[in-house]
């Protein structure tokens, strides 16, 4: 494998950098293509026939004479990344009509324009430096395939905090962006920006009232400015009333009638507004047990179904409280029955390991799409954990994730194994037992991390500051909402309807099975119970022995991936930045474990049954 500059990684039969000749996906098709059969070698005849009915569906065919794809104007396109993937593979060409079960199939970056990305772990942005846009074109192009082949058709490139040079959003700014969507374009892959509800300030306007009509006049002339500039935009992003960002709300309005305004601004252009649902009190005071964080979207937003327009989106984060290592799915996922929702999910490991520690996140999306039930959305969303370094992702098994994440999107009936085996075996076409072995610990590698971080829904026992590291009571005294309420006696939240009522949001056959401890799945057993620490769990042990062994397996289960790892023959320099990463995951592991089960032995008094070291 050459250098990772080149961005093969699960692309490595492209031999060839993306030509700049190629405006469109149709003409970019072709060029994949015979870049690939070059250089394989393969010898087929294959051709491609667009059929623009199809759009973003193709269909592989075979007959005597070769093979013939036929597909919509990005459809071709798609179908050539497949077919390339099963001739890499060895596996047999995919059979009848192929298409997208989603039509929005969006990544989300936190980039600021200074450079810096929020939450990002693999460098600094790809096209933002100083202020401005700044970017090699070639890496874009790359960046394109990389999309288009995992199958994502939209990248929203700044942060939804937003941090803009306003001023220069109808000028320079709207420019440079034609120019970004223009190098992406022959990838299938249109723009999104995220904009501030506030915006309307900024250009002298006294207010940003929805209900305003020089605010809705102000925010059609901008679209138009967009659109003119990038007619094939896809819409705009908004955090808005969320985390001190402005909205609606300042104003007496909803959010109904802040989305929808901005929508009929974007409608005329065929855009749509994505409306974030991750609103919540931020100032809470910790002695307010009235109000419990994960009740809030819900709460805000049910009223309002059936009240948005039908461009808007409501993205709603994956569960209720922000991107955790175990939440159940959002209720609000599941009880929207009129209103185009989005599920967000986040590549970015921001709470889960930061891209040092092995997380392959398809298990918990298998798990997460079969709580909700794939119809209840029309879109889908990851925040983006991409930034310049070399290998695009920090830790090269953070590539698998957005990978996974494309097929997904695509298909909401992915098999995670499956999807494992494939990235791992495009990636570095060991033989099949190395595969075999790498797809396992993958597939283990956010249960280890659970285990040895938050098992049983102990959620936010991390560091404040970076959300990395053990911190059992760093949110406890805080703002955010976030508590565990450990004592002398138990932990966790009461949130059945004796509690805070959180379980009442769920359908009644979800709900009866969170309210009782005995049904509670136990991963999610402290999200929902508050409990005593001699609680007998369902395999007998008590509560406490419980969080014990979870830290210590957690720990060992590290331990036995390091050694796997060590004798895995990774080529250079994945190899070097593996080990690396591994030996700060142990310590991290180790970290966590010990001050996890200090605090609660120090709390609890009672030593670990098997007799092992508990720090006191
Ligand atoms: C998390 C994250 C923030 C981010 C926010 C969001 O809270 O820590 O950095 O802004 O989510 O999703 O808006």
Request: aromatic share 12%.
């Amino acid at each position: 494998m050459s250098g990772w500059r080149d961005c093969r990684g699960w692309q490595r039969a492209l031999t060839r950098e993306p030509s700049s000749e190629c405006k469109t996906p149709e003409e970019m098709a072709l060029f994949e293509l015979q870049n690939y059969l070059a250089a394989s070698g393969c010898g087929r005849q294959v051709g491609i026939k667009t059929d623009p009915s199809m759009d973003e569906s193709f269909q592989i065919s075979e007959s005597d004479g070769g093979v013939l794809i036929r597909g919509g104007r990005r459809g071709v396109l798609y179908g050539v990344y497949a077919l390339i993937e099963a001739l890499e593979l060895g596996e047999s060409l995919p059979k009848g009509v192929r298409t997208p079960c989603y039509p929005l199939r969006m990544i989300d970056c936190w980039d600021n324009m200074d450079g810096t990305i929020e939450r990002g772990y693999a460098g600094r942005s790809i096209w933002f430096e100083d202020d401005a846009f700044c970017y090699e074109p070639d890496r874009i192009r790359r960046l394109g395939r990389m999309l288009a082949g995992a199958g994502i058709n939209v990248l929203c490139i700044n942060n939804v905090n937003v941090h803009m040079p306003a001023q220069q959003l109808p000028g320079s700014l709207l420019a440079d962006t034609a120019a970004l969507a223009d190098l992406l374009r022959p990838f299938g892959v249109r723009l999104m920006i995220s904009i501030d509800f506030s915006l309307p300030l900024q250009f002298g306007l006294e207010s940003a009232d929805p209900l305003d009509l020089r605010v809705s006049d102000f925010w059609s002339h901008l679209a138009q400015n967009v659109w003119h500039a990038i007619p094939d935009m896809a819409g705009f992003l908004v955090k808005a009333d969320s985390e001190h960002r402005p909205g609606p709300n300042a104003y007496g309005r909803t959010h109904a009638e802040g989305a929808n305004m901005l929508a009929k601004a974007l409608k005329p252009f065929g855009g749509v507004l994505v409306w974030r649902a991750f609103v919540y009190n931020c100032m809470q005071d910790w002695r307010d047990t009235d109000t419990d964080r994960p009740c809030a979207a819900y709460d805000l937003y049910q009223p309002l179904d059936g009240m948005f327009d039908d461009n808007v989106i409501l993205q709603v984060k994956y569960g209720p409280y922000d991107f955790q290592v175990r939440e159940p799915v959002s209720p609000l996922l599941v009880g929207m029955n009129n209103t185009r929702m989005g599920m967000e999910l986040q590549l970015a490991q921001e709470y889960t390991g930061q891209q040092i520690d092995i997380f392959a996140m398809p298990p918990m999306w298998r798990r997460l799409f079969d709580e909700m039930g794939k119809e209840k959305v029309s879109a889908v969303a990851a925040v983006s954990n991409l930034g310049r370094d070399d290998n695009w992702t920090g830790h090269p098994f953070a590539m698998l994730n957005l990978y996974a994440y494309g097929r997904f999107a695509w298909d909401p009936d992915t098999d995670p194994e499956t999807v494992i085996r494939r990235w791992s075996a495009l990636t570095y076409g060991f033989e099949k037992d190395l595969t075999d072995r790498l797809t396992s610990l993958l597939m283990e590698s956010g249960r280890v991390y659970e285990l040895y971080t938050a098992p049983l829904g102990l959620n936010w026992m991390i560091n404040p500051e970076n959300h990395y590291g053990a911190n059992p009571y760093g949110y406890e005294f805080m703002v955010w909402g976030t508590y565990t309420k450990a004592d002398r006696n138990g932990v966790g939240i009461d949130r059945t309807a004796k509690g805070t009522g959180y379980v009442s949001q769920y359908p009644p056959q979800i709900r009866h099975k969170y309210e009782d401890p005995q049904t509670c799945p136990d991963e999610y057993l402290l999200f929902f119970h508050r409990l005593n620490y001699d609680f007998v769990m369902k395999d007998g042990r008590t509560l406490l022995q419980r969080i014990y062994d979870d830290h210590f397996t957690g720990y060992e289960l590290a331990e036995q991936m390091a050694e796997t790892l060590d004798k895995m023959p990774f080529p250079e320099p994945d190899a070097g930045v593996i080990k690396e990463r591994m030996e700060k995951q142990l310590e991290n592991a180790r970290q966590w474990r010990d001050v996890t089960n200090t605090f609660f032995y120090r709390f609890s008094g009672a030593a670990d049954a098997k007799g092992r070291k508990i720090y006191s």
